[in-house]
Antibody, heavy 120, light 111 residues
Framework: QVQLVQSGAEVKKPGASVKVSCKAS????????ITWVRQAPGQGLEWMGW????????NYAQKLQGRFTMTTDTSTTTAYMELRSLRSDDTAVYYC?????????????WGQGTLVTVSS | QSALTQPRSVSGSPGQSVTISCTGT?????????VSWYQQHPGKAPKLMIY???KRPSGVPDRFSGSKSGNTASLSISGLQAEDEADYYC???????????FGGGTKLTVL
């Protein structure tokens, strides 16, 4: 079955960077994309970006441009996100989800989520 | 660009029907047939319920349906069941600068 498994929880200090992995299985990785979505405690979903493992296209949310990077490793069918210059309001659960390879039109399934806590 | 607008909460009794609205603009909901809906139970990851406005992934009960009129999309749930109680989020493609917008979420309570 299609499955996305994310790396474990992280605690970081303000100004640090965090890298979260998302291991995909059960489908042909290079025919889809991966999107990243975060959810602050008690808040709604915030779209962060999408990367196509099919053609390499990348879309970033304007709010995060410059400190957010997404990559994929097709040899290990793993996607990564890195967020730099962390602030307290980056504290959230970060989700990866499979998306179409041509555009971020839907997201299914989702990973289990990775809690990133930013605290001094 | 602002998030899509959803009611904060809706409720219904078992067996009844409810509809959750999602209002955007001609630059997102009204401009593309790429509206999707997600169900999220507390402490769990979201689950895709509807995509491309009105398509259901395999495994999603046909009690769930989607539609769109102008700049407003809707998720309808008929024959409410206790397990439908959850948060629901709409999502729309929003063009080549904003790309994706989520709604603020709607809490569905089954009375």
């Amino acid at each position: 079955q299609v499955q996305l498994v994310q790396s474990g929880a992280e605690v970081k200090k303000p100004g640090a960077s965090v890298k979260v992995s998302c291991k995909a299985s059960g489908y042909i990785f290079t025919t889809y994309g991966i999107t990243w979505v975060r959810q602050a405690p008690g808040q709604g979903l915030e779209w962060m970006g999408w990367i196509s493992a099919e053609n390499g296209n990348i879309n970033y949310a304007q709010k995060l441009q410059g400190r957010f990077t997404m990559t994929t490793d097709t040899s290990t069918t793993t996607a990564y996100m890195e967020l730099r210059s962390l602030r307290s309001d980056d504290t959230a659960v970060y989700y990866c989800a499979r998306a179409p390879g041509r555009a971020p039109n839907w997201f299914d399934p989702w990973g289990q989520g990775t809690l990133v806590t930013v605290s001094s | 660009q602002s998030a899509l607008t959803q009611p904060r909460s809706v409720s219904g009794s078992p067996g009844q029907s409810v509809t959750i609205s999602c209002t955007g603009t001609s630059s997102d909901v009204g401009g593309y047939n790429y509206v999707s809906w997600y169900q999220q139970h507390p402490g769990k990851a979201p689950k895709l319920m509807i995509y491309d406005v009105n398509k259901r992934p395999s495994g999603v009960p046909d009690r769930f349906s989607g539609s769109k009129s102008g700049n407003t999309a809707s998720l309808s749930i008929s024959g409410l069941q206790a397990e439908d109680e959850a948060d629901y989020y709409c999502c729309s493609y929003a063009g080549i600068y904003t790309f994706v917008l989520f709604g603020g979420g709607t809490k569905l309570t089954v009375l």
